[in-house]
């Protein structure tokens, strides 16, 4: 099993390096349009590798199916990847140039880390469906003064690369923030084909852009509501992050800080722990609590190279930033019982986009 998937972490790292021989096949085409219509799609991996302790386990008692379910950090964790694809559009609405919506939708296959599935945990027949894929179609609002999609301002060269984004940094964004400052309110329909249950969950969205900083959120609860969150408090529970964004030119054109947290879900256990006053969400099937993992991460890229490289402190209590709001709000917590690690990624970033000017 360990020469097994040392192969695979090989292989996906061969590929980053022939992938950037093709960076120059990430393109920007301009052309004209009287609603500054954008389209395009793009491609983001990820190969990272942390440092744990394998022979840790972690040991629970599943009482429901009578079995004890023993747990360890495998090098499913230790050695993780994604491989994440988007396409999106967008246009203006109306005649005065300020509410911009935007489609999306992201295709995310990986293995470890956030969402993966518990160590143990028996996998498809079906070689895609051995790792863990999501599906997810994103809708955004964002009203916004100052739009820079205009011909007799645009300079490639001094263009800030400002995405236009909507949910978490797993995937890139496709299209451009067409705003120097806006607001977006946006939702997130996601589907798990590859979970045996819970295969559906909404997530909303919430993102101020204050021209080359931006500040977004994300919960499937409050402050959001049908049809943007559907507030059951499980998968995507949370996350956020503070960006930066230089010009294309740039070498560092690039840097996202933020947390993301998943977890495990039982029908109303959530509803019923908060009503009791739990410290802690318990599962009916206990093992659903080894879903739940938190990250707090940094990358940072070059996106005229596009490379990057992210790094991720991954399952420390005192830094989930989900467990500080839960304890302000006296909601109960998701209990986090694997191993912490760090760990670093390199990153690969393609784009391909026809960007309308007025």
């Known amino acids: 099993m360990l020469q097994k998937n040392k192969w695979k972490i090989f292989t996906l790292l061969m590929l980053l390096l022939n992938l950037n021989e093709a960076a120059a096949q990430s393109k920007l085409v301009t052309y004209s349009s009287k609603s500054s219509l954008q389209y395009g799609f793009s491609l983001k991996v990820l190969v990272g590798i942390g440092v744990i302790n394998p022979e840790r386990r972690n040991t629970i008692s599943n009482k429901s199916k009578k079995e004890e379910v023993k747990i360890k950090n495998s090098l499913s964790e230790y050695m993780n990847w994604r491989i994440g694809a988007s396409a999106g559009v967008g246009s203006f609405a109306g005649d005065n140039n300020w509410f911009y919506p935007s489609l999306n939708i992201d295709f995310m296959w990986y293995q470890g880390g956030i969402?993966?599935?518990?160590?143990?945990?028996?996998?498809?027949?079906?070689?895609?469906?051995?790792?863990?894929?999501?599906?997810i179609g994103s809708y955004s609002l964002t009203g916004g003064i100052n739009h820079r999609l205009r011909r007799n301002w645009f300079n490639e060269k001094t263009f800030i690369n400002k995405p236009y984004y909507y949910f978490n940094t797993f995937?890139?964004?496709?299209?451009?923030?067409?705003?120097?400052?806006?607001?977006?309110?946006?939702?997130?329909?996601?589907?798990?084909?590859?979970?045996?249950?819970?295969?559906?969950?909404?997530?909303?969205?919430?993102?101020?852009?204050?021209?080359?900083?931006?500040?977004?959120?994300?919960?499937?609860?409050?402050?959001?509501?049908?049809?943007?969150?559907?507030?059951?408090?499980?998968?995507?529970?949370?996350?956020?992050?503070?960006?930066?964004?230089?010009?294309?030119?740039?070498?560092?054109?690039?840097?996202?800080?933020?947390?993301?947290?998943?977890?495990?879900?039982?029908?109303?256990?959530?509803?019923?722990?908060?009503?009791?006053?739990?410290?802690?969400?318990?599962?009916?099937?206990?093992?659903?609590?080894?879903?739940?993992?938190?990250?707090?991460?940094?990358?940072?890229?070059?996106?005229?190279?596009?490379?990057?490289?992210?790094?991720?402190?991954?399952?420390?209590?005192?830094?989930?930033?989900?467990?500080?709001?839960?304890?302000?709000?006296?909601?109960?917590?998701?209990?986090?019982?694997?191993?912490?690690?760090?760990?670093?990624?390199?990153?690969?970033?393609?784009?391909?986009?026809?960007?309308?000017?007025?």
């Open 115 to 135: 969402g993966s599935k518990w160590p143990g945990h028996k996998r498809s027949k079906s070689w895609m469906f051995q790792n863990d894929l999501e599906i």
């Open 171 to 358: 995937n890139q964004p496709t299209l451009q923030n067409p705003f120097d400052y806006s607001v977006t309110l946006g939702g997130n329909m996601i589907w798990f084909p590859t979970r045996k249950e819970t295969k559906f969950q909404r997530v909303g969205f919430l993102n101020l852009n204050l021209n080359r900083i931006q500040l977004s959120y994300l919960n499937d609860g409050p402050p959001f509501k049908m049809p943007f969150g559907d507030e059951y408090d499980r998968l995507h529970t949370g996350g956020g992050y503070i960006s930066y964004h230089g010009r294309q030119s740039d070498f560092i054109s690039l840097v996202e800080v933020g947390f993301d947290k998943f977890t495990g879900y039982s029908k109303n256990a959530y509803e019923l722990g908060n009503r009791l006053g739990n410290g802690f969400v318990y599962h009916q099937d206990s093992a659903q609590q080894f879903y739940n993992k938190g990250r707090i991460y940094i990358n940072v890229a070059s996106l005229r190279n596009n490379a990057g490289v992210s790094l991720s402190f991954n399952d420390f209590p005192k830094l989930d930033v989900q467990h500080m709001i839960h304890l302000s709000n006296k909601y109960p917590l998701h209990a986090v019982p694997n191993e912490k690690f760090v760990s670093i990624a390199p990153l690969y970033y393609m784009n391909h986009l026809k960007l309308g000017l007025q």
